[in-house]
């Protein structure tokens, strides 16, 4: 390596001492007046298999046309400081090395038209850093990868014609007007030509911004030609992208929980938002200087939804400002905005003179007491934290006290009588303590409803005028406590905004109580009919059907047995006025005849016309009837 690069210095000198041109190609020298100029070189020689490497080292244009070159090496023109303008057209160039243009660093033009180059390496892009035309017209590229993109900001002439691109990044058409944003402009040197056409392009959702392109008018990017159509799938082959509808294909649409919040110092928030499209759309959370915030979550709950919550804990002043909802897929994107106050200011406060209090764990406080024979009134500055859901407290509490006396005499008496009055107040306090810890009593519920109920409570021991807070939740769930504030005088209040059927728990909680001597009473409230469960409904129609059913079948054996029995004897009645036999008793019984054995025989009151009847069948019958020295006939004539 070391001495191929010892060769290109010496061509290099050798040509700036005495240009001269390679035996296969020709140079011209373009010269002004003034003495200076550029050098053309043209290698069109079809015997030529390799690239030159003698080039003179002031070529601005080299063209390789219709030669046997059929690979690009590495550096192949690193020593070409000034080349500006690259054309390697219609060789058969099928293998391009990622460092091939290493050190072209004014290349404006570089065209690769009329090849066999399948896999172009796109990162090499990056050693022309003022490139702005491409062209690879007429190869077989198959693939443009996400990769390419960043390579492709400064281009402003693209040519992918006569391929066999299929598709392309959706994020390709986003760094250009108008899918990047930027403001329409009339202005001609802001135009980007594309050349896309006589690619076998698959129309669905990925090339949908490309689709959409090509039924603009009046925008930056501009088409070679307009004419695009459409090779799949099926139901859309052979048509022009401008008629071309896809499926399945829309853009994002975002909505936030709200839009502007204002929350206290040292609070949590949580921040919502909610994306249709289809595909199902991507999801991130920005801060207004473009910054990703990760403490996010999201789900998507069906094809075509998704969700993300963005959570900020013990948020700060630094935190306000606007943060951006942003959705995406390879339709487009979209994006909302919710803009966060935080509320929490600096107080000042004069404290009369006296004993100083002590300031609570979350308060700074700078103290600073005048120098003077008398005892004077201090200044207290403090910068009061908010009371929020969740606790910030500092790690140590910075108290400064800058004392100047002429005295020590009277500083002394005056601490000692400082110290004599703190103990009295702290006695003070914890009786007041005491007192208000057994002040409240009777606590009770009254009125209950689907939502609402009544406290009642008895405050003897209190002024009408003490503060009084009713601290209520449902039963066990602490996490979600509600407050109403309201005086021991009122002795009742109404609770609102209760779900019906539940139990809850409320303690009415008196100013300076001890923690855990607050009175408290659960209850219920009443339940909601039409919140019962949908089975039960049903279970019960179902019993309800079946207490009808059987009083219905009870009702109609009782009105058939009354009809049977009035039926029974007017058809006893009938039979007796239409029989030929009238039957006044049948009964069994054992008569002995001739000491044979015992028989059953039926006895028959009948009349003279009923006699002769029953005679006349006596003799048919008897034949039929079985026989015994024992037995008698059935008739008696």
């Known amino acids: 390596m070391r001495r191929l690069l010892y060769v290109h210095v010496f061509v290099c000198c050798l040509g700036m001492a005495h240009p001269f041109c390679p035996s296969q190609c020709t140079c011209v ?92 390496p796109w990162e090499s892009l990056k050693e022309m ?7 690879l017209h007429n190869n077989r590229i198959t693939n443009v990868p996400n990769e390419a993109i960043p390579y492709l900001l400064n281009i402003t ?64 990017v501009v088409l070679m030609d307009l004419l695009l159509a459409c090779s799949g799938p099926e139901n859309l082959a052979g048509v022009p992208f401008q ?27 949580l921040l919502r938002c909610d ?50 909802c942003k959705a995406k897929n390879v339709a487009g994107k979209a994006d909302a905005t919710i803009s966060i106050s935080v509320a929490g200011a600096i107080s000042t406060t004069i404290l009369p003179p006296g004993p100083s209090i002590e300031t609570e764990p979350t308060s700074q406080s700078t103290t600073f007491t005048p120098p003077t024979d008398t005892p004077t009134s201090s200044i207290t500055t403090s910068t009061i934290l908010p009371r929020t859901s969740t606790a910030v407290v500092p790690k140590k509490t910075k108290t400064t006290t800058i004392s100047t006396s002429l005295q020590k005499g009277p500083l002394k008496q005056a601490k000692t009588q400082q110290e004599g009055n703190g103990r009295m107040l702290a006695a003070d306090e914890k009786s007041k303590k005491s007192d208000a810890s057994q002040s409240v009593t009777d606590l009770k519920i009254v009125e209950e409803t689907l939502d609402t109920a009544v406290l009642l ?37 109404l609770l609102e905004g209760l779900s019906s059927g539940m139990r809850y728990s409320v303690c009415l909680v008196a100013t300076g109580s001890a923690a855990g001597k607050d009175p408290c009473i659960d209850f219920y409230t009443l339940a909601d009919v039409e919140d019962q ?75 003279d016309s009923e006699q002769m009847l029953l005679c006349s069948r ?17 008739y008696l004539c």
């Open 157 to 220: 002439y693209l040519d992918l014609s006569s391929n066999k691109l299929a598709t392309l990044p959706s994020d390709l058409m986003d760094i250009w007007p108008p899918f990047n944003g930027a403001p329409i402009s009339t202005n001609v040197s802001q135009k980007v030509v594309l050349g896309l056409q006589d690619n076998p392009w698959f129309c669905d959702c990925k090339i949908s911004k490309l689709i959409e392109l090509s039924k603009m008018s009046g925008t930056l």
């Open 129 to 135: 850093p003022r490139l702005k035309t491409l062209d």
């Open 457 to 493: 409570w008895t405050a003897d021991g209190l002024p009408n005028n003490a503060p009084l807070t009713v601290v209520y939740s449902p039963y066990d769930e602490d996490d979600i406590k509600r407050t109403l504030e309201t005086n021991a005088g009122r002795r009742k209040v």
């Open 275 to 324: 994306a249709t499209g289809f595909p199902t759309p991507t999801l991130y959370w920005a801060k207004s200087d473009g910054s990703l915030v990760n403490n996010t979550v999201q789900e998507s709950p069906g094809e075509g939804v998704r969700w993300s919550i963005m959570s900020l804990h013990g948020i700060l002043h630094k935190d306000a400002g606007n943060y951006s």
């Open 29 to 120: 020298f373009h010269g002004r007046t003034d003495g200076t100029g550029s050098r053309s070189v043209l290698c069109n020689d079809p015997d030529m298999s390799d690239v030159p490497v003698n080039v003179p080292v002031d070529t601005v244009k080299l063209r390789i046309e219709k030669t046997m070159v059929r690979r690009i090496p590495t550096e192949a023109f690193y020593y070409l400081v000034d080349l500006r303008y690259l054309w390697i057209t219609y060789n058969s160039v099928s293998s391009v090395d990622t460092a091939s243009f290493y050190n072209l660093k004014v290349l404006h033009e570089l065209r690769l038209d009329g090849n066999m180059i399948s896999v172009f």
């Open 243 to 269: 008629r071309a509808e896809l499926d399945n294909c829309v853009k994002p649409s975002v909505m936030t929980s709200a839009t502007k919040i204002t929350s206290p110092l040292g609070s949590n928030v």
């Open 618 to 634: 006596s003799s048919i019958d008897s034949q039929m009837t079985y026989k015994s020295d024992s037995s008698r006939s059935e």
């Open 533 to 607: 469960s949908p089975l039960f409904i049903i279970i019960s129609g179902i019993a309800c059907a079946l207490v009808v059913s059987l009083i219905a079948l009870l009702v109609y054996k009782i009105l058939a047995l009354f009809c049977t029995g009035q039926s029974t004897a007017s058809d006893v009645e009938e039979l007796e006025k239409d029989s030929y036999v009238n039957f006044e008793t049948i009964s069994m019984k054992q008569r002995t005849l001739n000491s044979h054995p015992a028989e059953f025989w039926a006895r028959r009151a009948t009349n």
